[in-house]
């Protein structure tokens, strides 16, 4: 008894699975197995040997059995530990960032361009989309016939039959926010108007809906050379490039005298903008003292106050800063596109914190 003890206790601490643990039960106390065999022979042993022996044998089975059920369950911790290794995840690790959204390139430059103006001074200042022809052309030095109307492929309004007023237009520049700022405030002024405009024309660089920032600056003694600075002050804030350079065109516009447009040095070289060489020049935007009877028609008195104005494209500049080559693509609303030129949320741009990090 002492022999199969031995052979069974040791068997079972070695066993390696459940399989052979259950070919040992089955050899050691299965029907036919050794333990059992034993039992059978009671039977024929004496009474006194019987009461030695039987209860022996009874133990004997009950210690085999109790080994096997604790190597049972060894077996299974071990086969849960393993698990747990392979299976284990650290819970304390930094989360994947995954963004939600993105801020379209017209609302950055948007709002970096008020970051820049604000910090010289300007507020912003907005007006209607739609809006009616004396803000967007008569008070600007446009009348009726002015061929700057028809130049600007202006989207009209329908008015109802019998009604002769003038109709409504979607405003083709940002020019008119001038007017409303000089009759809300009246001078001194210091805004810039960002916004929508609308003018009926389609290719890689214009789209019947884009974007201006208008600025006017309103005082007593303001010229041409304070004009300049602040554009040159823009631009080297705004462009983040050592050497952007500027050129400053005589120009006319009906609501400035004298007028200049400005353009900025870039190269399209293979499909890509660069900025600041090459022998290309992008018109980014037009400006001037403001015109007398503009003075007048917003309700200042221009013997008295002087101001310049300009007015930029604000999707031109977002495709000159972030190197984007077709206007169009702006306004497709495809998610790959925004996804790839788009801004994290939440990352405000400012002068002190960096405009476009
Ligand atoms: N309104 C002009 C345009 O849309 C730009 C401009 C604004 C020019 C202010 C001079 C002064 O092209």
Request: hydrophobic share 40%; net charge negative; proline share 5%.
């Amino acid at each position: 008894m002492d022999d199969l003890r031995d052979k069974y206790i040791s068997a079972i601490s070695s066993a390696s699975d459940e399989v052979a643990l259950e070919e040992l039960r089955l050899q050691a106390v299965g029907k036919k197995g050794e333990v059992s065999l034993k039992m059978r022979e009671l039977g024929k042993m004496t009474p006194e040997e019987r009461q030695v022996v039987g209860p022996a044998l009874n133990a004997l089975k009950d210690e085999i059995n109790s080994a096997l059920s604790a190597k049972k369950a060894a077996l299974a911790d071990a086969a849960l530990n393993e698990r747990l290794k392979t299976e284990w995840l650290d819970v304390t690790l930094p989360m994947r960032e995954r963004r939600v959204g993105t801020i379209h390139p017209v609302s950055q430059v948007s709002e970096e361009v008020t970051a820049i103006f604000a910090d010289m001074g300007f507020a912003v200042a907005e007006g209607p989309q739609i809006e009616s022809d004396w803000y967007n052309f008569d008070a600007l030095n446009i009348p009726g016939h002015h061929p700057a109307r028809a130049e600007m492929d202006t989207f009209y309004t329908h008015r109802k039959e019998g009604d002769n007023r003038p109709p409504h237009v979607l405003r083709t520049h940002t020019s008119p926010v001038q007017i409303r700022s000089m009759e809300a405030q009246g001078a001194p002024i210091r805004v810039i108007c960002p916004g929508r405009v609308y003018r009926a024309d389609y290719d890689q660089t214009h789209t019947p809906m884009f974007h201006q920032v208008e600025g006017l600056a309103i005082d007593t003694d303001i010229s041409m050379a304070n004009l300049k600075w602040v554009l040159e002050e823009f631009c080297r804030a705004f462009f983040e490039v050592d050497g952007v350079e500027l050129r400053f065109r005589a120009s006319h516009f009906p609501f400035t005298e004298p007028s200049a447009e400005v353009d900025i040095r870039c190269s399209w070289e293979g499909g890509t903008l660069k900025l600041g060489e090459g022998d290309d020049w992008l018109e980014i935007l037009g400006s001037g003292m403001v015109h007398p009877k503009v003075l007048e028609a917003g309700g200042i008195d221009p013997a008295k106050y002087q101001g310049f104005a300009f007015g930029m494209g604000i999707d031109r500049i977002a495709m000159l800063k972030y190197g984007i080559p077709d206007l169009r693509a702006f306004f497709d609303s495809d998610l790959r596109w925004l996804r790839h030129y788009g801004f994290a949320a939440l990352d405000q741009p400012s002068l002190q914190g960096g405009l476009s990090v």
